[in-house]
C-alpha cells in the first residue's frame, strides 16, 4: 500500500501562471481532502471530495481555486493565475469514509510545495 | 467558528518531562478523536486516536486521556524526548457531521535536552 501520493512536490510558478496538484488517495479510500498550511501556521481545510463529487468547498477562495475528483485518475487541485499568497505547502488525505464504528481514519500525503515568483 | 480548540500553542519541555496537550470540542456528534504529529516538511502523521466509549487510550509513552462530559481531550506524552519535538494537531470527527475532520491549531512542542 502506497499511501497517499502527491505530487508534484514541489512546484515553482510565476505570477499568473496556472498551478496543478495532483493526489492519489490510498487504495481502498474514496474521499479525498485537501488543506493548506502556511509556514508555522495551522491546517486550513480546502474542499472535501468523493469520487466525482464535491461535498464540502467551503474552505475554496471563490475565485481561482477548483479541484476534482474523476471516476478513474487522482484528485486535482488547480490554482489558475496565481498570486505570490498562494505560495504555501498543500496537503492531501485520503479517508475509506466508514460510517459505521469503523475508525474513519484520514491519512496525509507527504504535500506539494508551491512557490510563487 | 472553531469547532476544536487546542491550547497551548507553543510549549517547551525538558528532556525526560511530560508535554501535555489540550483541545475542547463544541459538537457533541463527534465520535473520533485523532491526534497528528508533523514534523516540519513532512505531511503529518496519525499517532493515536480515541472514541468517546473509553476514558483513556495509552500507545507507548503516548496516551489520549478524554473527558466526555466536558466535551475535552487532551495528549500526554511521557518521557518527552527531542526527537518527539514537532507540531501537534488534534481534530474531530463523525459520520454525523459528514465524515469531515476538523482541526485544532496546533501546538509546537520543544523538547529539550
Known amino acids: 500500500n502506497a499511501g497517499v501520493m502527491q505530487n508534484p512536490r514541489h512546484l515553482v510558478r510565476r505570477r499568473g501562471q496556472e498551478a496543478r496538484l495532483r493526489c492519489s488517495p490510498m487504495?481502498?479510500?474514496?474521499?479525498v481532502y485537501w488543506y493548506r498550511q502556511l509556514p508555522e501556521e495551522g491546517l486550513k481545510f480546502m474542499v472535501y471530495?468523493?469520487?466525482?463529487?464535491?461535498?464540502?468547498e467551503s474552505g475554496m477562495p471563490k475565485e481561482r481555486f477548483s479541484a476534482e475528483f474523476p471516476k478513474e485518475g487522482p484528485s486535482i487541485l488547480r490554482i489558475q493565475q496565481v498570486v505570490r499568497g498562494d505560495s504555501a505547502a498543500y496537503f492531501c488525505?485520503?479517508?475509506?469514509?466508514?460510517?459505521?464504528?469503523?475508525?474513519?481514519?484520514?491519512?496525509f500525503g507527504a504535500g506539494s510545495r508551491l512557490t510563487v515568483l | 467558528q472553531q469547532q476544536v480548540k487546542q491550547s497551548p500553542q507553543s510549549l517547551i519541555v525538558q528532556k525526560g518531562g511530560i508535554s501535555i496537550i489540550n483541545c475542547a470540542y463544541e459538537n457533541t456528534a463527534f465520535d473520533y478523536f485523532p491526534w497528528y504529529q508533523q514534523f516540519p516538511g513532512k505531511g503529518p502523521a496519525l499517532l493515536i486516536a480515541i472514541r468517546p466509549d473509553v476514558s483513556e487510550k495509552k500507545e507507548g509513552r503516548f496516551t489520549i486521556s478524554f473527558n466526555k462530559s466536558a466535551k475535552q481531550f487532551s495528549l500526554h506524552i511521557m518521557d518527552s524526548q527531542p526527537g518527539d519535538s514537532a507540531t501537534y494537531f488534534c481534530?474531530?470527527?463523525?459520520?454525523?457531521?459528514?465524515?469531515?475532520?476538523?482541526f485544532g491549531t496546533g501546538t509546537s512542542l520543544t523538547v529539550i535536552p
Open positions: 481534530a474531530a470527527s463523525s459520520p454525523i457531521t459528514g465524515n469531515q475532520f476538523y
Open positions: 471530495l468523493q469520487k466525482e463529487n464535491i461535498i464540502d
Open positions: 488525505a485520503s479517508s475509506p469514509g466508514q460510517a459505521i464504528s469503523g475508525a474513519n481514519v484520514l491519512t
Open positions: 487504495k481502498g479510500h474514496s474521499h
